[in-house]
């Protein structure tokens, strides 16, 4: 079975520039999760989603940040104009609707200068 | 709300010696608890969860014990090895199907021999 995909994997970009990061979850998984990575900080969730449905964005930053699901399975996150301290990596995790483990992609590191 | 204390930030011990990394938690409900391991460069994998108190699950030789009296989760082992040189986070989540992970901020394991 495949596992959490995401690209890129990395990416740098100067302040104000805009990025998307794109996730593909474990198929037949139902919610779907964007955590935020500072460096040596454990992972903080930024939104989830079940299907299609926003459950949970309180800590998106909505002025900048962005997340879709449109058809219930792969994701977007987009953040349109970084800032230096948008530096971490951002990880995409999956869990099935009856589950309570979540299995987490590789990540993608964001280098803003 | 939620939150999870992990109170060291770096442990070094010498192979052979036993881990016990220390993890509290606090929650208004009665929650699940996680141990993820994360190697260099890798996604969290998942090590341990609980989901009854004063069960001890095992894994890897590693285990932790949930006590909802002082509402911590440490995780323990006997005896070290080098490959368990990682990061590991303390996560909880409540006891609903595709909640998200509160994670602590994580406590850094090096093994020398």
């Known amino acids: 079975e495949a596992g959490v995909t995401q690209s890129p994997r990395y990416a740098v970009l100067q302040e104000g520039q805009a990025v998307s990061f794109w996730c593909d979850p474990i198929?037949?998984?139902?919610?779907l999760y964007w955590y935020q990575q500072p460096r040596d900080q454990g992972p903080q969730l930024l939104v989830y989603?079940?299907?299609?449905?926003?459950?949970?964005n309180s800590q998106l930053p909505s002025d900048r940040f962005s997340a879709v699901r449109p058809k219930g399975t792969n994701s977007t996150l987009k953040i349109q104009s970084a800032k230096q301290g948008d530096t971490a990596t951002y990880l995409c995790?999956?869990?099935?609707?009856?589950?309570?483990?979540?299995?987490f992609g590789p990540g993608t590191r964001l280098t803003v200068l | 709300g939620d939150s999870v204390t992990q109170t060291e930030g770096l442990v070094t011990l010498t192979e052979g010696l036993p881990v016990m990394l220390n993890c509290t938690y606090q929650?208004?409900?009665?929650?699940?608890l996680f141990w993820y391991v994360q190697h260099l460069n890798e996604a969290p994998k998942l090590l341990l969860k609980?989901?009854?108190?004063?069960k001890r699950p095992e894994h890897q030789g590693f285990h932790a014990t949930l006590h909802k009296s002082s509402s911590s989760f440490h995780l323990q082992k006997s005896s070290a090895q080098l490959s368990d040189s990682a990061l590991y986070y303390c996560?909880?989540?409540?006891?609903?199907?595709?909640?998200?992970?509160?994670f602590g901020g994580g406590t850094r394991l090096t093994v020398r021999p």
């Open positions: 609980s989901f009854t108190d004063n």
């Open positions: 996560a909880l989540s409540d006891n609903n199907a595709g909640a998200k992970l509160t």
């Open positions: 995790a999956s869990s099935p609707d009856w589950g309570y483990e979540q299995y």
């Open positions: 198929s037949g998984h139902d919610t």
């Open positions: 929650s208004t409900y009665s929650p699940f």
């Open positions: 989603f079940r299907d299609e449905a926003v459950i949970d």
